[in-house]
């Protein structure tokens, strides 16, 4: 047994504040999960209320004497302030592309002789739901006579249009908003269902299944396109998200966890959603195997081979940084938030640069003048304090993240194209987020990749301002029958004549 007098007391109770600390911020963090707010704003502490002071030495004023005392008159002048009225810049004008319909009202009982003057012109929205319609094709038939004996008479109709799905009832309209309410509004199948039967259809569950799949497969040339435009650009930003999916093969709750890797451009405003059975680094390898330019992550370690790559650039994402600080604000005030206001003055010279509009070469060179001895500085002030705090303390975790990662946090400042931070690719994850909680998984591993394809296709349409329905129902039409060498010319961000019209 060991001896009272062995045991460090003052260790065990320096050991007992940390692990006390440490659960504190753990507790504080998943509260903030739960009822926080998600954003990540950081205002800086304004310095406390001086007292107003004259300046004035007190010795100097104890040695002062009162000579004469004259009384000082005034007036008193009041003068009155007109209160303009606040103008109401009244109801915004509806978009111009909406159709109209005028309706006419005229004053009763209008005496012999009233001549009109002008009118009053009030706008209203309006709507109606969703019509359900036939589309009916009638072909005649012809027949036509023979010109001999030994010709035989013909029978001759047109031939029907080309349909997205051989054989099937749903035009492309109908497709296109099957799709687009469940990958873009988010609307599961069944109160899809439920919609029809309002109107008197009872469609069933495995038939709009079976419509979405051979939409997704008709789209996936399309996807295939989409990928290698994104791949021959110079600037990628990566990331990942999780997706639950039913998986037969496995046992007991039959749940799989299986990813979906992103890739955004948010210059030419594209994204590609890749699905993948597992978050390990062949996902990404195998999708950028052949990619050469900027590739821009969080600091999840599957992307760390990419460093040693000689076609592939690196680099990270400050706002990753900067959300450990954020953590670590309750804990260490006083360190973590002279890291955050150095991290805000980067954030405003971006903010900046966005404002005046600069070119990538001006970007840089304002980056160059004004973030990197920012940079320089704070990687200084990292290093010497890191030695000073508790490595396993929120404070030790933010700094060790950002000293490892450092010179991939700054090399945005190499080229006014790059981006501070990886937040387009997280702007674009957002929809899958929404879907989960609504239809809450995938079928089936076939099922997740499908959903990649029309995520990535839609995706592509918001970025660009393109009415997701327009362009779908279109592309659904013209698809079957376009030539498979000039395919992406039917891409989102080709089709400039289907954007919406804005007022």
């Not at 002008?118 to 709507?127: A, R, S």
Request: proline share 6%; charged share 25%; with cysteine.
């Amino acid at each position: 047994m060991q001896a009272t007098s062995d045991i460090d007391y003052k260790v065990l109770y320096e050991e007992a504040l940390l692990t006390i600390a440490m659960l504190k911020h753990r507790i504080e963090q998943l509260e903030k999960m739960v009822f926080g707010s998600k954003h990540e704003r950081f205002v800086t502490p304004s310095a406390p209320p001086q007292q107003l002071s004259l300046d004035i030495q007190a010795d100097t004023v104890a040695a002062c004497s009162v000579i004469e005392a004259k009384q000082v008159s005034y007036t008193k002048t009041k003068v009155a302030v007109e209160k303009k009225p606040i103008v109401h810049p009244g109801r915004g004008k509806l978009p111009e592309h909406l159709r109209r319909v005028e309706t006419v009202i005229e004053p009763d009982n209008l005496p012999e002789g009233s001549i009109k003057i002008g009118e009053l012109v009030t706008e209203q929205l309006e709507c109606t739901p969703t019509e359900f319609y036939v589309n009916k094709f009638i072909r005649p038939k012809y027949l036509i006579p023979s010109q001999s004996e030994e010709e035989n008479t013909k029978i001759v109709t047109a031939p029907l249009p080309v349909q997205p799905i051989d054989k099937c009832i749903a035009g492309p309209g109908l497709l296109a908003q099957i799709l687009i309410d469940k990958f873009l509004y988010h609307l599961p199948i069944y109160r899809q269902q439920q919609r029809f039967a309002h109107s008197g259809i009872t469609m069933p569950y495995s038939t709009l299944l079976a419509w979405i799949a051979l939409g997704c497969n008709l789209l996936e040339v399309l996807y295939e396109a989409l990928k290698q435009e994104l791949l021959a650009s110079n600037y990628i930003h990566a990331d990942e998200t999780g997706i639950k999916v039913i998986d037969q093969n496995k046992a007991g709750k039959k749940i799989h966890h299986g990813f979906f890797w992103v890739y955004n451009n948010s210059h030419l405003k594209l994204v590609f959603f890749d699905y993948q059975k597992s978050r390990e680094k062949e996902g990404p390898q195998g999708i950028l195997k052949d990619y050469k330019g900027y590739l821009q992550t969080d600091g999840y370690e599957a992307y760390d081979n990419f460093e040693k790559s000689e076609h592939i650039i690196h680099l990270n994402c400050m706002a990753h940084a900067r959300r450990y600080f954020t953590d670590a604000l309750p804990t260490d005030k006083q360190r973590a938030g002279y890291v955050l206001e150095q991290m805000q003055q980067l954030y405003a010279i971006e903010r900046s640069c966005r404002e005046k509009k600069l070119s990538f070469d001006e970007r840089k060179e304002v980056r160059q003048k004004e973030a990197v001895p920012i940079l320089e500085k704070l990687e200084k002030w990292i290093k010497e304090q890191y030695v000073t705090v508790l490595p396993k303390s929120p404070i030790g975790k933010a700094m060790a993240y950002s000293i490892k990662r450092w010179d991939k946090l700054c090399r945005y400042t190499l080229d006014g194209m790059l981006q501070i931070d990886n937040n387009p690719v997280e702007n674009s994850i957002r929809p899958v987020a929404l879907g989960r909680k609504n239809y809450l998984f995938c079928g089936s591993h076939n099922a997740a990749q499908r959903t990649a394809i029309i995520y990535s296709l839609l995706g592509s349409c918001k970025m660009h301002g393109i009415d997701p329905y327009v362009w779908l129902k279109d592309i659904l039409t013209r698809l079957p029958m376009h030539p498979i060498n000039k395919i992406k010319e039917l891409l989102p961000h080709n089709c400039k004549p289907l954007q919406v019209p804005t007022s």
